[in-house]
């Protein structure tokens, strides 16, 4: 094991949101490899113990678990306030809870619609503001927020979702300048489909874009933001094809783009 008093986040402790599996749980190992402390928040607290023993076991860190719904209405305010009772303080905030629903706008009901923004925006807001202030005092640490390469396009067949994740990348890019010359550091991952509950939850794996795009595992996703946050990278989109495609977009013909984008989000036929 790396001895804690030489790696970069010696000191210093993570808020990862969605650490109960997928990006989540890899981002939270990136972390403590580097020796960050974690507090680790889904809603499955079994899920979560299982992730703070494995990680505090290989690499030595303090891993706190608090499950909370994010998605609850006031689900920010009452993990922070959790987590000042527990007298911990959050260097870096990784804001990685969301999900997402492929359809049509009315092929899900209001509530999951409005629970993906609650989620996927406001949550991550709610967060954000409440750590921001501390953070930029400190002159370290920072945010990484997880959007998705829907974020470069509307998403017909997945509107809400895709529009969401739009904001987070506008969001991101605001801090990010406004951080700058701080010591703070702001990114945004973009990752393209990646291997995780995601799809499942979101029923993407039925439709076009499992053909139109390759499914990453998401350790190697979550290895590239992080290591784009440590540089300060405003934007992380994982994978070439993804990097080239999010690149292709803002030369298209908007139509083109809509129509290319239902395509891919329609169900298979196969």
């Known amino acids: 094991m790396t001895p804690v008093t030489s790696r970069p986040g010696s000191g210093q402790r993570a808020l990862v949101t969605g650490a109960s599996g997928g990006i989540g749980v890899d981002l939270a190992e990136c972390y ?5 402390d974690l507090i680790l928040t889904a809603r499955s607290e079994e899920a979560l113990e299982s992730v703070a023993a494995r990680l ?8 706190a678990v608090i499950a909370n719904d994010l998605g609850a209405i006031g689900g920010g305010k009452k993990l922070a306030d959790e987590i000042a009772k527990r007298g911990l303080s959050v ?7 969301g999900f997402g629903h492929a359809g049509a706008l009315t092929t899900a009901p209001l509530a999951t619609s409005l629970g993906m ?7 991550l807001v709610e967060l954000t ?31 809400i979702y895709y529009a969401s994740k739009a904001f987070v990348l506008s969001f991101s890019e605001a801090l990010w300048e406004e ?25 993407t794996g039925n439709t076009n874009i499992t053909k139109a795009a390759p ?52 169900p298979r036929k196969d």
């Open 32 to 36: 403590a490899r580097d020796g960050y």
């Open 56 to 63: 505090s076991g290989s690499f030595g860190v303090k891993a």
């Open 91 to 97: 260097d870096v905030l990784v804001n990685n809870a």
């Open 117 to 123: 923004i609650d989620l996927n925006v406001r949550a």
């Open 129 to 159: 503001h409440i750590h921001w202030d501390d953070i930029l005092k400190r002159g370290r640490g920072g945010v990484l927020n997880v959007a998705s390469t829907a974020a470069f396009q509307p998403g017909p067949l997945m509107a």
């Open 179 to 203: 951080a700058r010359g701080t010591g703070v550091r702001v990114s945004c991952l973009c990752p393209g489909p990646t291997a995780s509950g995601f799809r499942e939850r979101a029923g």
């Open 215 to 266: 499914v990453m595992p998401s350790m190697p996703v979550a290895e590239e933001g992080y290591r784009g946050w440590q540089r300060n990278k405003r934007v992380v989109v994982t994978g070439t094809r993804n990097r080239v495609g999010a690149e292709l977009v803002r030369f298209l013909p908007r139509a083109a783009v809509l129509r290319l984008v239902r395509n891919i989000q329609s």
